[in-house]
């Protein structure tokens, strides 16, 4: 599948031809004893390269970034850093959306993200399909190389387990029935921003719960969040949860491995509440429908203790721009942070637009309408604290 559509090949003749090296084909048997399915045909030795395109973006929306490829070779090959210097994500890097820079793999039911954050090195098995999000509106070619070849590996795409740095999960339950999953993961060297082959995009963007960056663009649903070790002593990050009015639901934490000094907290502006996940799950009864990353934040402190009098300050707020957007987003706005005033600077320090928040409102915007393209400062201001953000506006 690589037009957003399957086409189907007859069963019950017999149609002559070949597959297409590098294209992921989905089969099945009618047989219920583990039929097994024969291949002939030549071994594919030299590099292999196969034409991917973002129809999502090429079609404004309404179409799919997703493209169905499948390992060409007799053999395994790199999938990731860790399994060796030339792997598939490195050699690719820039034909997959950055966004989604990874493997998205079919387990059963449902797809399993491969990226760097995955444990340890993970080789991809002769024949093995998978998604990849392509980058360009444009017809592009992404490579098999031979160099990417190697004798490891198992049937599975996971390859030899190793420990993460730090890492949890967290899961979204309608009664005791789990709905959706998000899953965090910290190590040195990371962002706040957005770290391609750490950070991975939800294949799902409607998917019940999913995270945003906390610096950068909003545009994605997240399936992983990478951040830096340090993210864990301060660091607040938007929390995305779709659910319908009158729906009850519960957010748990799982597959848990953190520091014991670290402390999670599930954050509702709305409600001012903030509830400590480390020591129980969150539960709402959803009033009105819920989407959007503006309302429910995860909170990271290095202390047990948070309230509305323990906040993190305005370097915690989630200021960004969406290229389309004519206006920059502030969100995570309390009352407890007092008056928070906006300034946006141009490259020669020269003040642009001014605007005064409403401490009651949790996201608000100021308008870059008119402004020249270019590099900007917004500066935030409350009381004695002082905080920077460069943006772009396009």
Do not use: C, H
């Amino acid at each position: 599948m690589l037009l957003g559509q399957w086409e189907r090949y007859a069963t019950d003749n017999t149609d002559t031809g070949s597959f297409t090296p590098g294209q992921g084909y989905a089969m099945a048997t009618n047989a219920g004893d583990g039929a097994t399915v024969a291949f002939t045909g030549d071994i594919k030795t030299t590099t292999q390269n196969i034409d991917i395109i973002n129809n999502n973006d090429a079609n404004e929306g309404v179409g799919r970034r997703w493209n169905l490829v499948s390992n060409p070779f007799p053999s395994y090959i790199n999938g990731n850093t860790a399994a060796g210097a030339a792997n598939f994500m490195d050699v690719n890097s820039a034909v997959i959306d950055d966004s989604f820079l990874g493997l998205y793999g079919w387990n059963g039911s449902d797809y399993d993200t491969y990226n760097n954050t995955t444990s340890g090195a993970f080789s991809i098995a002769p024949g093995q399909g998978f998604f990849i999000a392509a980058a360009s509106t444009s017809n592009t070619a992404l490579n098999f190389t031979t160099a990417m070849r190697t004798t490891t590996g198992s049937g599975d795409f996971v390859l030899g387990p190793q420990p993460l740095i730090y890492r949890f999960a967290l899961k979204l339950y309608n009664a005791d029935v789990e709905q959706a999953k998000t899953q965090f993961y910290f190590k040195n060297g990371l962002s706040l921003d957005l770290d391609p082959g750490y950070d991975a995009g939800a294949y799902n963007q409607s998917t019940k719960l999913s995270t945003r960056l906390p610096v950068g663009s909003q545009e994605f649903a997240f399936a992983i969040n990478a951040m830096g070790i340090d993210a864990l002593q301060n660091a607040r990050v938007p929390l995305e949860i779709r659910q319908n009015a009158g729906q009850a639901f519960r957010v748990s934490i799982a597959d848990m491995e953190l520091p014991e000094n670290t402390y999670i907290y599930l954050e509702d502006t709305l409600n001012g509440t903030f509830t400590s996940l480390k020591d129980q799950d969150f539960e709402l009864v959803a009033q009105s429908d819920l989407s959007g990353a503006e309302r429910f934040f995860i909170v990271f402190k290095d202390n047990s203790v948070l309230s509305s009098g323990d906040t993190l300050g305005i370097s915690a707020l989630n200021v960004y721009k969406v290229n389309k957007d004519n206006f920059v987003t502030i969100a995570g706005i309390s009352p407890d942070l007092g008056q928070i005033d906006v300034t946006l600077y141009n490259i020669l320090g020269m003040s642009v637009r001014e605007k005064a928040l409403n401490p009651a409102t949790a996201t608000q915007r100021v308008s870059t309408d008119g402004l020249a393209s270019g590099l900007y400062v917004v500066q935030l201001r409350s009381a004695n604290q002082i905080f920077n953000k460069k943006i772009i506006i396009k």
